[in-house]
Every structure is written in C-alpha cells, then in structure tokens.
C-alpha cells in the first residue's frame, strides 16, 4: 500500500496562485478598458487647476503692469470645457476692457460660488477678487474679498476645490 504524502502549501499556493491571476486580470481590465476612461479624466482636473492658478497669477501681473485700471480674467465654462479670456482693466462704469489673449479650451468646468461664468478682477496692486459676469456689461461695484477665494474644479468623475489669495 502506497503512503500519501500531504502537502498542505499545495493548497495555500493553489489559492496564492489564483489569487494573482485575478488580480492581474482585475489590473489588466482597469487599465486596459477603464483606464483610458479613468486616467485622463482625473489628468484634466489637475491640468485645469494647474491653468487656472497660472492665469490667476497672469492677471495679477497685468493688473499691476496697467497702472490704475487693473486688468479682467474672464471664466467661461461651458457643460464640458472651460475657457479663459484675459482682459487689459476692469469692467467697471467708465472703464475700457480690451482682449489681451484667449487662451485654449480646457476640459474640465471651473465655478466660482455657483457661477460658470466668472470674473476674476485684479488692481494695480495685484490684489483680486471675483464675482460673476460675462463681456459686455460692466460691474457696479467689485465684491469685497478677505482671505482667499474658493473655486471648484471639476470633470465627469470628480470635482475639487482649490483656492486663491486674495493680496
């Protein structure tokens, strides 16, 4: 009679085995099929941050270079894309606006307290704030801002929100 000889890691390593076969599998579909889906999507929230940030910091150069009349970054966001517009002063009564620069559509929609359509004003100081408003009409008053503003960020799969000094 022949002796059986039990090796009980066969079994661990069966189940170690499948295991890794499904988690590769699991690894190949998300990157494979979800992947092209997922991973740009999240790249454009971040490229669309990056952007706004710099056009923030573009306008507060302008506004400071203008000597008194400041200068306008205009927000448009549409249900997918968003585009930035920089103005030379700001659209107050009495004041002249003229396009500077249109920069490229982004993917993404950026907001600000609810508004897609957006003003991001700055003085010759280089302080800013931001209400809402669309070309051709001016601003009454600019809304007082203390601390910092808040704007959201945000694609099909995910939103941020990311913030800005005011001075």
Same mark, same amino acid.
């Given at each position: 009679?022949?002796?059986?000889?039990?090796?009980?890691?066969?079994?661990?390593?069966?189940?170690?085995?499948?295991?890794?076969?499904?988690?590769?599998?699991?690894?190949?579909?998300?990157?494979?099929?979800?992947?092209?889906?997922?991973?740009?999507?999240?790249?454009?929230?971040?490229?669309?941050?990056?952007?706004?940030?710099?056009?923030?910091?573009?306008?507060?150069?302008?506004?400071? =270079?203008? *000597? +008194?009349?400041?200068?306008?970054?205009?927000?448009? #966001?549409?249900?997918?894309? @968003? %585009?930035?517009?920089?103005?030379?002063?700001?659209?107050?009564?009495?004041?002249?606006?003229?396009?500077?620069?249109?920069?490229?559509?982004?993917?993404?929609?950026?907001?600000?307290?609810?508004?897609?359509?957006?003003?991001?004003?700055?003085?010759?100081?280089?302080?800013?704030?931001?209400?809402?408003?669309?070309?051709?009409?001016?601003?009454?008053?600019?809304? =007082?801002? *203390? +601390?910092?503003?808040?704007?959201?960020?945000?694609? #099909?799969?995910?939103?941020? @929100? %990311?913030?800005?000094?005011?001075?």
């Amino acid at each position: 009679m022949a002796r059986r000889i039990k090796l009980p890691l066969l079994d661990e390593r069966g189940d170690m085995l499948t295991n890794f076969i499904i988690a590769t599998l699991a690894t190949a579909v998300l990157l494979g099929v979800g992947g092209p889906l997922v991973l740009p999507t999240i790249f454009d929230r971040y490229k669309l941050a990056t952007k706004l940030g710099a056009e923030i910091d573009a306008v507060r150069q302008l506004g400071i =270079a203008q *000597s +008194g009349t400041g200068a306008t970054l205009y927000v448009n #966001s549409s249900a997918t894309s @968003t %585009t930035f517009t920089l103005y030379t002063g700001r659209p107050e009564s009495g004041n002249a606006i003229a396009n500077a620069e249109t920069s490229t559509t982004f993917n993404g929609t950026v907001s600000y307290g609810g508004a897609k359509q957006f003003a991001v004003l700055a003085s010759s100081a280089g302080a800013i704030t931001a209400q809402a408003w669309t070309p051709g009409n001016t601003i009454a008053a600019e809304t =007082a801002c *203390s +601390g910092s503003l808040t704007f959201t960020v945000a694609t #099909s799969l995910s939103s941020k @929100t %990311t913030s800005a000094q005011c001075q």
